[in-house]
């Protein structure tokens, strides 16, 4: 249970360090909580600024920046100058990295348009990392000092390790949204880097030869946060650890779970411009219409009285996609079923989802790519939402089912084991239900839980309950911010 406190007396100032932040540049679940903690902080009344790299799209969507600061470093090529402004939408100081020779390009933030990851990332981050420590010890001539310095994922982890040992610095919070991605880079990228020497050591930030961004935030920073409670278990176990298992058991006494929220703005059934027609718990009506909106939409059979499943993702092993894509096949022999699918991914996971479609014309609707409208509705419209990831160390997809009355059914997994309670007749009789869930990563397995889960919709019962649990529940930023307050001012 979390306990609400009043934070009116509290205040504090925070830097919040991100390499994305939705809306300005968004390649994944970082941006999102980068774009909706900050604001969430702000309202709890706490000074919270997000510092960015200056990527050439983030400063076009900033509006109106001012330069407040102009930072020498050696080794670097010109001056990096902060440029101010506030995050769109919202009241949130923002301060950008403009370093044009290192964050002026096309493509993404990490990669070129080729899809290689860019040769001197090792450079850019290390840049973004000092600018990061300037501000963290108010040497950038901007007379404020933050009290929390909250750094995520590894293009952040340096940050850290570069102000542990100042006797003045604030205090230091590393999350980690994803374990599988640690900034790695060879030995002669730590020389060309020219840090102090005593950094490279397995107990610091080498890591079986390589330079390990990621450990500068595991090893040094003073707390560690994962974005669910189960998956920071997870990682202190070798099958999720990546290798760093041994270090993050050893800070297990400094390392916590905060689940993520969600836009309950922009992800709410009841003022959805995208959806065909709107509806609340009070009145479900509109889910049917949306049900028809995206049948008509994915060339699937108009009638509301087929169950729809349905699934929004990235097509890679990580999501489970191919134990969804061989389920199916065995449900659609079985039962008069449908299935929606939006995503992108691996080919040749794409090109299995197509063929499904092709053999299951009108019971099987595919979009590769991504549509935001299409997202919404299949959230809105389907009947039950599969979410079977190998790993998911949050999940924002099963919290939008569940605002939208759609029961995921699940792995047992990271913030999936967090967010999903299983329906079996105990938690549907202490009111707790609210989709399914399944243990390991097997067709059988998740054929099984996807027939439970069929089985409910036919008992009006059963899928009344899971809908009001599940719509019922608060996912709110607000209540991860007030966490996160909490954990800060434990810190303090």
Known sequence: MIQIK??????????????????????????????????ALRQLRQDCRLILPGYPVAIEKAGDLKVVAELEFPGYSGPARILEGLLPGTRVPLYLVDAPLYFNRAGDPYRASNGHDWQDNHQ??????????????????????????????????????????????????????????????????????????????????EFHGHFSFIKGGLVFADHITTVSKTYAEEIRSQEYGYGLEGLLEYRKDNLSGILNGIDTRTWNPEKDKYLEANYSLDDLGGKQQNKLAIQRAMGLQENADIPLVSHIGRMVEQKGVDLILHAMRTLL???????????????????????????????????????????????????????????????????????????????????LADTIVDTTPETLAAGRANGFSFDLPHVDELIACTERALDCLTDKNCHDSLIYNGMSQDFSWERSAREYLDLYRQLM
């Open 6 to 39: 009043e934070y009116k007396n509290q205040f504090m100032n925070i830097l919040f360090a991100s390499s994305e932040a939705h809306p300005l540049i968004k390649t994944g679940g970082l941006a999102d909580v980068s774009g909706s903690l900050p604001p």
């Open 124 to 205: 850019r981050f290390a840049l973004f990392s000092l600018a990061i420590a300037s501000l963290a010890m108010d040497q950038a001539g901007l007379d404020w000092k933050p009290d929390i310095l909250h750094c995520n994922d590894w293009q952040t982890g340096l940050a850290p390790a570069l102000i542990h040992d100042r006797h003045d610095r604030p205090v230091s919070i590393f999350t980690i949204h994803n374990l599988a991605y640690q900034g790695l880079f060879p030995l002669h990228a730590f020389h060309e880097l020219s840090l102090p020497q005593h950094l490279w050591a397995p107990h610091y930030m």
């Open 333 to 415: 022999e079985r039962r008069s079923i449908q299935l929606a699918m939006l995503g992108s991914g691996e080919k040749h996971f794409e090109q299995h989802a197509l063929q499904l479609q092709a053999d299951y014309p009108g019971s099987v609707g595919v979009h590769i790519g991504y549509s935001e409208q299409l997202a919404h509705l299949i959230e809105a419209g389907a009947d039950l939402f599969l979410m079977p990831s190998r790993f998911e160390p949050c999940g924002l997809n099963q919290m939008y089912s569940l605002r939208y009355g759609t029961p995921p059914v699940v792995r047992r997994t990271g913030g």
